[in-house]
């Protein structure tokens, strides 16, 4: 059974940093590509951030030199930090993993940046 578990989420003031985890089990995931989401009421699920099996790794222009991803295959973790964060960031945060159109998603978590 395959199992994505976010956690780090919560109540930030804006220009403040918060670090998001995302512990998988039941995948081989080092060979996964792994992505953070973000979604607000009445909007589609939009990328934030994804992380390839090789290290290589994508942003949305909104968060670029703002946030990083990172992983760690030894403890199958994925994190994102948010950094400089804005109260446009607030949204529920969402892990996912991606291998040839396998995709997992994890329950989310709610990030809120007060400005």
């Known amino acids: 059974q395959v199992q994505l578990v976010e956690s780090g989420g919560g109540l930030v003031q804006a220009g403040g940093s918060l670090r998001l985890s995302c512990a998988a089990s039941g995948i081989i995931f080092s060979i996964n590509t792994m992505g953070w989401y973000r979604q607000t009421p009445g909007k589609q699920r939009e990328l934030v951030a994804v992380?390839?099996?090789?290290?290589?790794?994508n942003y949305a222009d909104s968060v670029k030199g703002r946030f990083t991803i990172s992983r760690d295959n030894a403890k199958n973790t994925v994190y994102l930090q948010m950094n400089s964060t804005k109260p446009e960031d607030t949204a529920v945060y969402y892990c996912?993993?991606?291998?040839?159109?396998?995709?997992?998603w994890g329950q989310g978590t709610q990030v809120t940046v007060s400005s």
């Open positions: 996912n993993s991606n291998r040839r159109g396998r995709t997992y």
């Open positions: 992380i390839f099996s090789g290290g290589s790794t």
